[in-house]
């Protein structure tokens, strides 16, 4: 129930119709456990596909995962998952497929190298929906437009807190990993450090070797870079990336010295578009002024 709440919950606020739950399938061959597929179409009539499986929890909200160095998730390898003693709550985790069709299986990942997308402790304490006020959640619209537009979803720091490992910060690169798959910006430094939606993935690079600016326009701009999106993306209903298809991925990296001679031209071109836009935008002022003034 838990699963279907919340992504009725998500489908309202993203617009997505003709949500449909399937009941508990098998990760498939060789890899234990079961999910449920989730299908949806989005606002453009788009249809996705995503998969979610159940994590248990400690009173603190910690994910019980003592599998005795095992990989496996298996019932024997895990006892106190079912623990009446140690479980207090329920997370909601989102699972990804790779390439092969095989669901992505991270043994020291306490969240079996998915996302932590909800807890039933949120639920209980009312942290479930999205907030007025607080630390904000970057989503693909932002990023389609180059962070331009303010965010409209926020969370309460403790959430935030939970959810740390999907932060973002000033200089990290923000990519789409459905839709418009690709779609990539780098976080300005003019907004606070926010949490990324599950949509999203970020990209952090080496400051020393890799200035952020360069990486986007390649990642953006580049048919090779982009071939080698599509190619990693295909193969299922929903077009999406997750970190390991990601870091599949080979791009050109050049000299220090050669990036920022790029990157100064495009914040020389950017700061010109602006003055111009600014111009254009007084102009226009004008024109309505005058057309007032003769016609009104």
């Known amino acids: 129930m838990l699963i279907q709440y919340k992504m009725l919950t998500d ?7 003709d949500v449909k739950f399937s ?55 895990t006892p106190n998952r079912d623990n009446a003693d140690k479980v207090r709550h329920i997370y909601i ?23 932590a997308y909800f807890s039933e402790k949120d639920f209980v304490d009312g942290k479930d929906e999205y907030q007025n006020e ?25 959430k935030a807190e939970q959810l740390k490992a999907y932060s973002i910060e000033p200089g990290d690169i923000a990519m789409s990993r459905k839709g418009n798959v690709g779609k990539c910006g780098v976080f300005p430094d003019y ?22 600016c360069f990486m986007m326009y390649q990642l953006h701009f580049s048919r090779a870079v982009q071939y080698q999106i599509e190619t990693v993306s295909s193969g299922a209903i929903m077009a999406g990336n997750n970190v390991t298809k990601l870091k599949q991925i080979e791009v050109y990296v050049p000299e220090y010295e050669l990036q920022q001679r790029f990157s100064g031209f ?29 016609f009104g």
């Open 23 to 77: 009941k508990w399938e098998d990760n498939g061959s060789g890899v234990d456990g079961k999910h449920v597929k989730a299908t949806y179409k989005d606002a453009d009539g788009k249809v996705y596909e995503r998969y979610f499986d159940y994590v248990t929890a400690d009173a603190d909200g910690n994910p019980i995962a003592d599998r005795n160095g095992s990989g496996s998730w298996g019932t024997a390898l």
């Open 191 to 212: 907004y606070e450090p926010g949490i990324i939606h599950s949509d999203v993935l970020r990209i952090r690079v080496d400051s020393k070797r890799v200035i952020p």
């Open 134 to 158: 607080g630390i904000a959640v970057w989503e693909i619209p932002q990023i389609n437009n180059g962070f331009t537009s303010k965010p409209t979803h926020f969370l309460t720091i403790e």
């Open 11 to 17: 489908a309202q606020v993203n617009n997505y119709t």
């Open 266 to 294: 495009v914040g020389k071109v950017d700061r010109q578009k602006l003055t111009i836009q600014q111009s254009l935008d007084k102009l226009e002022v004008l024109r309505k002024s005058l057309m007032q003034e003769y």
């Open 93 to 115: 985790v989102e699972l990804f497929k790779e390439n092969n069709g095989k669901f992505h299986f991270n043994k020291n990942d306490n969240f079996k190298g998915g996302t």
